[in-house]
T-cell receptor, first 115, second 111 residues
Framework: AAGVIQSPRHLIKEKRETATLKCYPISRHDTVYWYQQGPGQDPQFLISFYEKMQSDKGSIPDRFSAQQFSDYHSELNMSSLELGDSALYFC??????????????FGEGSRLTVL | LAKTTQPISMDSYEGQEVNITCSHNNIATNDYITWYQQFPSQGPRFIIQGYKTKVTNEVASLFIPADRKSSTLSLPRVSLSDTAVYYCLVPEGQAGTALIFGKGTTLSVSS
């Protein structure tokens, strides 16, 4: 079965530009999570969506926004990019309604480099 | 801040059993405990999940005492490929879907 798909895998942007990352969850999964992982850091929870509604919010900057669409894919929009936004961005999905509390399936990540 | 605390690092040799303990003193009644493994530049990978007592799967065992304030991940007969960072997580946030990664345990396995 296909796993979580993230695109693009690599992205290079200049400071103050915008970037959009996309995440396609595993089929039938109803919950999407976004994480940011800087070099040598632990994954930082940004935001989660359950059934297309925001469910929990973590340390997501105001410059970032995200949403989950009717087909359950999600997009993370990042504006006014800063050098410190350079990181690996992971998307994960789970089937919360099926009782999969905590069993997340992660994508391979999108590596954002801000120059 | 994560609700969990783990040792920063552990060293082991191939073939040994490794036990990593995580403290989660404020775990809620309905919370499950989940452990993940992460290799560099890869997404975390689910290892095992449990609620109480003992859970075992093909790669690990999870021991949870009756008070549930801690849990121990047991990796039997580790190999070099088990060198990774290990995280324990409990749900947080209003909806319980904020899975916060704390400071994981870097396990180094030597030959």
């Amino acid at each position: 079965a296909a796993g979580v798909i993230q695109s693009p895998r690599h992205l290079i942007k200049e400071k103050r530009e915008t970037a959009t990352l996309k995440c396609y969850p595993i089929s039938r999964h109803d919950t999407v999570y976004w994480y940011q992982q800087g070099p040598g850091q632990d994954p930082q929870f940004l935001i989660s969506f359950y059934e297309k509604m925001q469910s929990d919010k973590g340390s997501i900057p105001d410059r970032f926004s995200a949403q989950q669409f009717s087909d359950y894919h999600s997009e993370l929009n990042m504006s006014s990019l800063e050098l410190g936004d350079s990181a690996l961005y992971f998307c994960a999905s789970s089937f919360l309604a099926g009782g999969d509390t905590g069993e997340l399936f992660f994508g391979e990540g999108s590596r954002l480099t801000v120059l | 801040l994560a609700k969990t605390t783990q040792p920063i690092s552990m060293d082991s040799y191939e073939g040994q059993e490794v036990n990593i303990t995580c403290s989660h003193n404020n775990i809620a009644t309905n919370d499950y405990i989940t452990w993940y493994q992460q290799f560099p530049s890869q997404g975390p990978r689910f290892i095992i999940q449990g609620y109480k007592t003992k859970v075992t799967n093909e790669v690990a065992s999870l021991f949870i005492p009756a008070d549930r304030k801690s849990s121990t991940l047991s990796l039997p007969r580790v190999s070099l490929s088990d060198t990774a960072v290990y995280y324990c997580l409990v749900p947080e946030g209003q909806a319980g879907t904020a899975l916060i990664f704390g400071k994981g345990t870097t396990l180094s396995v030597s030959s």
